[in-house]
């Protein structure tokens, strides 16, 4: 290798490729913000529709903004003949995040906004998406239990009518309000896979649901947003909270990845845990039931002994998986549910790519053989 070879940063990591004003992390105080505020506050004290707002707009609504856009998202809600027939006939056996890429795209084909990368055109078809994913997860779960959809609920709150869709009822304040938390610590976060993989879509000027086609397939994969559905797997393999150590010296024997530890960019603890670690006690408290219990102390013995034994904090995933379970949500869906959060970040910052837009392309360096001539082609 010669004296210049270049600086490799395999996984881009520690690379700053570009500036946003849409959220960071604080690394000196293991905080992240959104716009500027401390996402655990708006956690406690706004609604996921204002979180929204304020990351598309850069600012929380007033009131009557509020209420314009719970209008327009409500309205948006339903699907149409045509997707909800494509969605039924795609085969049970695909994972739901197969059904919902394949939605982003089928939604994209159908969308009359007229294509011309405007703002005002991609935030129509925001809000289209942010209205209609979760109409594709619930009526996907519910077929996946042999039940019919269940249509939007107009009079009811984005977390709401979530649970309407997908069980008929909406479960009691502190659940739901459990469910919102998650949706709001898990709307943005900054340059993550699978928002830079919307970025780097948009960069080329493609359109925006092309790049979060692309973002929702970046998401699925276990080392980012399929973590959460990996930690309740985890979780039923180990079974009992007595086996949690033992099992966990055997894992990282084998070098296995534990599920829901562990963060590119947070090393002493994600800012979001604490948060939803509060919430999950509260359901918890709330279940008051025997199984709730074995899950919250073989979750806690878990977290304890990887603490223990790799002083590995645990992410956003780890107390989220546990809890989408306990509202009793199919594992399968949990990743879905973070899209229906995600959907707001990718596409605050497909519209921050377009307004500054240059071409994503990396270099590379190569190391395959040297350059050499192609032997004379085979007789046949
Ligand atoms: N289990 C076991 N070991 C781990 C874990 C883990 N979950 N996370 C990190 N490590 C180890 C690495 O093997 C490495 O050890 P080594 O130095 O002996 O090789 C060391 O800790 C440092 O890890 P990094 O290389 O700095 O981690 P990286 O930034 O490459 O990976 C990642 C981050 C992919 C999230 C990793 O921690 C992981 O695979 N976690 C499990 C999957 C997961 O929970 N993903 C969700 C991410 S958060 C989100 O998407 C909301």
């Not at 011309?116 to 078809?125: F, Q």
């Amino acid at each position: 290798m010669s004296a210049t070879a270049p600086e490799i940063h395999r996984g881009l990591a520690g690379v700053v490729v570009d500036t946003t004003e849409i959220s960071t992390v604080i690394q000196e105080t293991n905080s992240l913000t959104y716009r500027g505020y401390p996402v655990q506050e708006l956690a406690a004290r706004r609604s996921f529709e204002e979180v929204a707002h304020l990351l598309w707009h850069g600012e929380l609504p007033d009131e009557a903004e509020l209420r314009d856009f719970q209008a327009r998202e409500r309205a948006l809600r339903p699907l149409d003949r045509t997707t909800a027939e494509l969605l039924t006939g795609l085969p049970r056996t695909c994972h739901p995040m197969d059904v919902l890429r394949t939605a982003v795209s089928f939604l994209g084909a159908e969308d009359p906004t007229e294509d011309d990368g405007s703002p005002a055109a991609n935030r129509t078809k925001s809000l289209t998406l942010l209205a209609k994913l979760p109409t594709v997860v619930a009526a996907d779960h519910r077929r996946r239990r042999g039940l019919d959809p269940i249509s939007p609920d107009p009079d009811l709150g984005y977390a709401e009518n979530f649970f309407h869709m997908c069980f008929g009822e909406v479960p009691d304040p502190d659940t739901v309000r459990c469910f919102e938390i998650s949706l709001v610590l898990y709307a943005e976060h900054s340059f993550n896979a699978s928002t830079f993989t919307a970025r780097v879509v948009t960069s080329t000027l493609s359109d925006l649901y092309s790049a979060v086609t692309a973002a929702v397939g970046a998401l699925k994969g276990p080392l980012h947003g399929g973590a959460n559905e990996a930690v309740m797997h985890m979780l039923e393999e180990i079974g009992d909270p007595d086996r949690a150590q033992e099992w966990l010296d055997g894992a990282l024997a084998a070098k296995r990845k534990i599920m829901g530890f562990g963060h590119r960019v947070y090393k002493h603890g994600d800012s979001r845990v604490p948060i939803m670690q509060t919430a999950l006690d509260r359901l918890v408290a709330r279940a008051a039931d025997p199984e709730a219990t074995r899950l919250a102390t073989l979750h806690t013995a878990l977290r304890h002994a990887m603490l223990q034994r790799k002083g590995i904090h645990p992410n956003l995933d780890y107390p989220a998986g546990l809890a989408y379970h306990l509202m009793g949500f199919d594992t399968s869906t949990f990743t879905p549910i973070f899209v229906m959060s995600r959907i707001t970040g990718w596409t605050a910052h497909i519209t921050e790519q377009l307004a500054h837009n240059t071409l994503i392309r990396p270099l590379a360096s190569y190391d395959g053989p040297h350059q050499r001539p192609v032997p004379t082609a085979l007789r046949p």
